[in-house]
């Protein structure tokens, strides 16, 4: 999956991109988007590692899109916001960081330091984009309803579905409380609507206030969470076995890293479930809500070609068994249908006839 890094100029918007993928972005020598890879952390998966020996482990992962801050408050600021739109548009999930540290040496934007506003300004932008949108497609379908045509239909009812779009818009509420049905969700695919999109809001503090500070409370966010950049850049800077006792020090229970990439899965409506054989023990992502079939095809097309069933047990049952051979003595492991809802946390071992 895809998360995009989203928010004004020195927010500590890019030291949070190198916090969570360890690559540090130069926006001074390319303005473009830079883009980086990350792990999910599994402490699951290396437990089932450890209990079949697998010759190989391979983790999830997401990408992550750092967007040039924009000065929206300048005619280029507005130009640099437009030409990053499209990648905007291509993420699942939106991460907004807002400033709430203060530094001498990092001049706020706008000479303030206000989270709320900064986000209020940043939800404007993104409420607009879409109203541009909705409103010159409204323009398109009204011009084609005064012409002959068999898709009157399809256009009236698109037409209806894009006036309460609008409305929301106007009203400052996002897409994702119009448009609520697989079928709405297909007709507007191809607009990829900003405020469809689930929002991190990621509050970057200075590290003195990183256990005090609460997360700010949002409308229309799907999470939201403190961080403090600067001590996750000292994090990565330890070695692994410093890392833990600078947390403790700190009164942390993990790096923010951690929370922020399990954040951004779950916003994203993804679970994880997890293969695993003497060759190799793997997490896999899914959309919550698919199923044992769509599993099998993410798994390999060949394996949900030929699906017989799943037989499946969750991860929490495996534990308390200690191993699938105690599991199945026990009858935890279940025979389960193409139909079956995949759960977060399922091992699934597929058979298949190809």
């Not at 119009?178 to 695919?189: A, G, M």
Request: aromatic fraction near 6%; proline fraction near 7%.
């Amino acid at each position: 999956m895809n998360a995009a890094i989203i928010g004004l100029p020195q927010s500590g918007k890019s030291a949070v991109f190198a916090a969570i993928t360890g690559k540090v972005p130069d926006h001074h020598a390319s303005p473009e988007p830079h883009r980086a890879v990350s792990h999910i952390p599994e402490p699951r998966l290396k437990y089932l590692a450890d209990l079949v020996r697998p010759k190989k482990v391979t983790e999830e992962t997401i990408e992550f899109v750092d967007v040039p801050g924009c000065s929206l408050d300048a005619p280029k600021g507005q130009e640099e916001w437009r030409h990053v739109l499209p990648t905007v548009r291509l993420a699942q999930v939106l991460v907004v960081v807002v400033r709430a540290f203060d530094n001498p040496a990092v001049p706020p934007y706008r000479g303030r330091i206000d989270p709320a506003a900064d986000f209020a300004e940043m939800w404007d932008e993104l409420i607009f984009a879409d109203l541009e949108t909705v409103t010159n497609r409204i323009d398109k379908v009204e011009k084609a309803l005064k012409k002959p045509s068999k898709t009157h239909d399809a256009e009236k009812h698109e037409l209806a579905l894009l006036t309460r779009c609008r409305e929301a818009l106007e009203s400052n509420a996002p897409l994702s409380t119009v448009i609520t049905t697989d079928e709405e969700r297909k007709l507007f695919s191809s607009f990829a609507f900003l405020t469809e999109l689930p929002i991190v809001c990621v509050l970057n503090v200075s590290d003195d206030k990183v256990t005090t500070t609460p997360p700010l409370v949002l409308p229309h966010v799907a999470a939201s969470m403190v961080l403090s950049a600067e001590i996750e850049a000292e994090l990565n800077a330890l070695e692994p076995e410093e890392r833990t006792a600078f947390l403790e020090d700190l009164g942390l229970p993990e790096p923010a890293r951690a929370r922020l990439i399990h954040t951004c899965h779950q916003a994203g409506g993804m679970i994880t479930f997890f293969t695993m054989n003497a060759e190799e023990a793997r997490a896999w992502s899914l959309p919550r809500g698919h199923t044992a079939l769509e599993a099998a095809a993410k798994v390999h097309t060949d394996l949900a070609r030929g699906f017989i069933r799943a037989e499946t047990i969750s991860y929490d049952e495996l534990v308390a068994h200690t191993d699938m051979k105690g599991a199945k003595a026990a009858g935890k492991v279940r025979k389960e249908g193409k139909t079956y809802v995949v759960r977060d946390g399922d091992i699934l071992q597929i058979l298949s006839s190809s």
